[in-house]
């Protein structure tokens, strides 16, 4: 069992910042991948970025690619998003899930293959 508590959502201008953190319980974290997702009002739950267990692969979406930064420190069970540059279309409540096993090779951005998930925090971008 994984419990995941996002933090770090706020407001900020367009052009600016922001690091998300999910800090996660039990003694098997470096042992799931994981990944944070946002979700904006009316519409369904996207993928934006995903770790390896390792920390040495990454995927983002193609709307975050350049933009925001996945990593992991394992040792403190926590995994970051960094988010630079921010748009207005960002603006979304985020999420962070984490993944022990599957056998699918575009694990990363399929939902349904993630075991447990945090409440989320809210970003806002304004322009």
């Known amino acids: 069992q994984v419990q995941l508590v996002e933090s770090g959502g706020g407001s900020v201008q367009a052009g600016g910042s922001l690091r998300l953190s999910c800090a996660a319980s039990g003694r098997t974290f470096s042992s799931y991948r994981l990944g944070w997702f946002r979700q904006a009002r009316g519409k369904e739950r996207e993928f934006v970025a995903a770790i390896s267990w390792s920390g040495s692969s990454t995927y983002y979406a193609d709307s975050v690619k350049g933009r925001f930064t996945i990593s992991r420190d394992n040792p403190k069970n926590t995994v970051y998003l960094q988010m630079n540059n921010l748009k207005p279309e960002d603006t979304a409540d985020y999420y962070c899930?984490?993944?022990?096993?599957?056998?699918?090779?575009?694990?990363?951005?399929?939902?349904?293959?993630?075991?447990?998930w945090g409440q989320g925090t809210q970003v806002t971008v304004s322009s």
């Open positions: 899930a984490a993944l022990l096993r599957t056998a699918q090779r575009n694990w990363y951005e399929r939902r349904d293959e993630y075991d447990y």
